[in-house]
């Protein structure tokens, strides 16, 4: 079957988009990765894609591009200066904090997954894809306001009423399999797959090697993850 005969309507309907190709956020980090990884099992064609905003490392990217090659999966990055904004420890001159703190942290980038997931909503447009896969976590996280069930319901319905895959009845369908689990359940989901967790980078303050600081939220969040899991932590930290 030809795609020009796989896009023509049936009885008048128009065909759902395509569910076996799936647009992944990959930031470089655990949960992103694994969400690859999910993402590749389940049979998805998966294309990632990794979003240079002005974030305070450029290691991340780095860690995205090995995820990726890893995995088999094509990878485009796309640039956006949210420095210009601002208002966030990953984009501005904001000092990381280094001690749990009450309330949203100061590393919240503001409206970062609304942003991205519109970016991956163009992009997933274009390749007519059904599903756009994200590692959002309302478990073991910062208390992002965008990590929430209830923003990534929202979000979903909105993508299916601003595109026009939407309205020619194409639905698309986020894929947010880690939502619900612990840090530790991601490990061992991702270790199961084969996920090589010393590839990636989780670091709010990441030297340029991609060593992570062993100090900030999300490095204390993922080494508790690995000793959670009894999974050995590959995580390469700088010196203290």
Known sequence: MTRETERTEVNGEAP???????????????????VLALAQADGLECHALAVDYGQRHRSELLAAQRVAEAAGASLKVLRLDLRAIGGSALTDDIDVPEEEGEGIPVTYVPARNTIMLSLALGYAE?????????GVNAVDYSGYPDCRPEFIAAFEQTANLATKAGVEGRALRLMTPLIDLTKAEIIRAGTSLGVDYGLTVSCYQADADGRACGRCDSCRIRRAGFEAAGVPDPTRYGAP
Not at 27 to 34: F, N, P, R, V
Not at 126 to 134: C, D, M, S, W
């Open 16 to 34: 759902p988009g395509d569910r076996k190709r799936a647009v992944v956020l990959l930031s470089g980090g655990l949960d992103s990765a694994t």
């Open 126 to 134: 274009v390749l007519e894809a059904g599903v756009i896969a994200i």
